[in-house]
Structures are given as C-alpha cells and as structure tokens.
C-alpha cells in the first residue's frame, strides 16, 4: 500500500475509498470510523517503521564498506528483515561488494532478492541493469536478455539498449548489437552513453 505523504493524499485516498466501497459502508458507519482510526494508526507505525529502516541502512551501508564478514552478514539480515526500499539499497550494496570479489555467483544472488523486494518500477529498473550485467559476466547470456526485458521506463531505454548490445555482441551477434546500440543513442543518452555507445559502433564496423 502506498503511504502517503500529504493531508491532502490522505483525505483524497480516503474519499476514493469511501466513493469505490460505499455500498458496502452504509451499514456499517461506525466500522468505518473505526477504520478510519486504524488508517491513522497504520500510516503512523509506517512512518516510524520506514524511518527506523533508513536510520539502519545507514549504518549497515557504512559497515559494509569495511568487508568485514560479520558486517555482510549483518547486511544479510537486514535484507531480509526489510521487505522495502531500503531492503533493496542494501541488497545492491551487497551485490556490489561480492561483484568487486569476484563472487558473481553470490552477487546475483543478492539482486535476485532485490528484484522481488523491489515496488517502485525505476528502482526495478535499476536493479534489473545490474542483474543483466552481472549475468553476462557469468556467462548468462540467454538469462541476461531475459531480465533486460523487464526494465521499463523511457528513461531507463539508453542504458538497456547499451546492456543488451553488450549482451548480443557476446552471443556473436554483431548486427543485433549494432541495432541495440543504434536504438539507445536515439533514445535520449546522456552525451556520455551516447559517445561510448557511438564508440562500440565504430569498433563494429572496423
């Protein structure tokens, strides 16, 4: 469920529910009173709740960063203890530090864990690019494809197109790597992306 932020959000989220339940609640308006309480009540433990995860988060991410085994296996443990947004940067933080070990294997398995922890659809997307990324550097090419597939967002498109040329370009694909490559700088690159992209290109055709 989303939480909202605003007064304004509630009240609206509110009256939509009433406006889609009505039927239902007119017999029952002291029920809804009640629940109306308990929304209160909720979004309060939510508040408290996510801002709890963010205070842990901080202090896991600056754990992490010493490589300590039992600082990753703190890190674990609040993944798996956080079914949310922060759950989510740690487990990316995480798969960062097995992927600078050279540990793929474990490194995919974190944005495995992040991929179904994760709601918001640019985070998704995020963590799909570095699925695909690291399942290439396994060898994946066929499962790197795949997971490219569930990256949405026009914003997102350049960095996916550059991936998948990456990917098809391993497969020995040299003309799907082409038109990947082409397709990205056409949709909205940075002017980094797009001369990097531009360069592979070029590399192609030499």
């Keep these: ?3 909202y932020t605003t007064e304004n959000e509630q009240l609206d989220a509110v009256r939509n529910f009433f406006a889609e339940n ?3 609640l007119v017999v029952g308006v ?5 629940a109306l309480v308990g929304w209160r009540y909720w979004q309060s433990n939510q508040t408290s709740s996510m801002m ?20 990753v296996a703190t890190a674990e443990k609040f993944i798996q203890a956080n079914d949310n947004s922060y759950g989510v940067f740690a487990a990316l933080d995480l798969a960062k530090h097995f992927a600078e070990q050279g540990d793929f294997a474990k490194a995919e398995q974190q944005l495995v864990v992040a991929q179904g922890h994760a709601k918001d659809e640019n985070l998704l997307a995020l963590v799909n690019l ?9 060898k994946k090419l066929d499962e790197a494809l795949k997971t490219l597939d569930g990256v949405k967002g026009e914003g997102w498109m350049a960095m996916m197109q550059d991936v998948r040329g990456d990917v098809l370009l391993a497969k020995g694909d040299s003309k799907g790597a082409r038109e990947a490559y082409s397709k990205g700088i056409e949709s909205n690159a940075s002017q980094a992306l797009a001369a990097v992209m531009r360069m592979k290109l070029n590399n192609l055709s030499s």
């Design 130 to 138: 570095r699925l695909a990324r690291i399942q290439m550097q396994e």
């Design 52 to 71: 709890a995860a963010s205070q842990s988060y901080q202090q896991v991410d600056v754990a992490l960063a010493s490589g300590k085994a039992e600082d």
């Design 30 to 34: 002291v029920l809804g009173i009640g």
């Design 1 to 3: 469920m989303e939480v």
């Design 22 to 24: 009505g039927k239902a």
